[in-house]
């Protein structure tokens, strides 16, 4: 079983500024990693993914992330965000396998202000 | 294409009542997923189809559940005898690979 773990529950932010949204997973076996993105009242839109290869993923809005296999995480960076992110920010795990579920964490609301 | 479609968007029942929720999914993927999220947690595994086969079901998806891809295209899930603890977003998923999941808007429902 895996689990994932988003450490802050909310991340305020101003206007321009640099963010990181911390996630920690864990699991037995290896895994792909995401981060997905949901708008008030909206389902949940993928920002990004790490399937294997290049540790450093890119993704839409100018977003990306790290795998860290040694320290189990998959930490998410925007270099200067805009009001329009604010949102809540989910980070998820699936098995590699035939078919796979994702395992969600608790999510991180980020809030950015003038 | 208009992306995974949920319907309806919200609902709200008296305890007791049944409901049903239907999703449409992209119409090549022959995966499809529902979860359930409550307010301020991320979203739960609820449930599984491949095709009209539905592999694997989470210990959360309790006898008053049930879900159904007939056709191996749209799907419902079914509450019975709603009760208080079901008010939650279900969300519909669908995906044609292992590795990417397109979400519908989900829906939200409020059981009084």
């Known amino acids: 079983a895996q689990s994932v773990t988003q450490l802050d529950s909310q991340v305020p932010v101003f206007e321009e500024a640099p963010v990181e949204l911390r996630c920690n997973y864990s699991?037995?076996?290896?895994?792909?990693l995401f981060w997905y993105v949901q708008y008030p009242n909206q389902g949940l839109q993928l920002l990004l993914k790490y399937l294997s290869g290049s540790t450093l993923v890119k993704g839409i809005n100018g977003f990306e992330a790290e795998f860290n296999k040694s320290q189990t995480s998959f930490h998410l960076r925007k270099p200067s965000v805009h009001i329009s992110d604010t949102a809540e920010y989910f980070c998820?795990?699936?098995?590699?396998?035939?078919?796979?579920?994702?395992?969600f964490g608790k999510g991180t609301m980020l809030l950015v202000s003038p | 294409d208009t992306g995974v479609s949920q319907d309806p968007r919200h609902k709200i029942t008296k305890r007791g009542q049944n409901v049903t929720f239907r999703c449409d999914p992209i119409s090549e993927h022959n995966r499809l997923y529902w979860y359930r999220q409550t307010l301020g947690q991320g979203p739960e595994f609820l449930t599984y189809f491949q095709n009209e086969a539905q592999l694997e079901k989470s210990r959360l998806l309790s006898d008053r559940f049930s879900a159904e891809r007939p056709k191996g295209s749209f799907s419902t899930l079914e509450i019975q005898r709603t009760e208080q603890g079901d008010s939650a977003m279900y969300l519909c998923?669908?995906?044609?690979?292992?590795?990417?999941?397109?979400f519908g808007q989900g829906t939200r429902l409020t059981v009084v």
């Open positions: 998820a795990v699936s098995e590699q396998r035939g078919y796979s579920t994702l395992t």
């Open positions: 998923a669908s995906s044609l690979e292992v590795a990417e999941a397109f």
């Open positions: 699991s037995s076996v290896s895994v792909y």
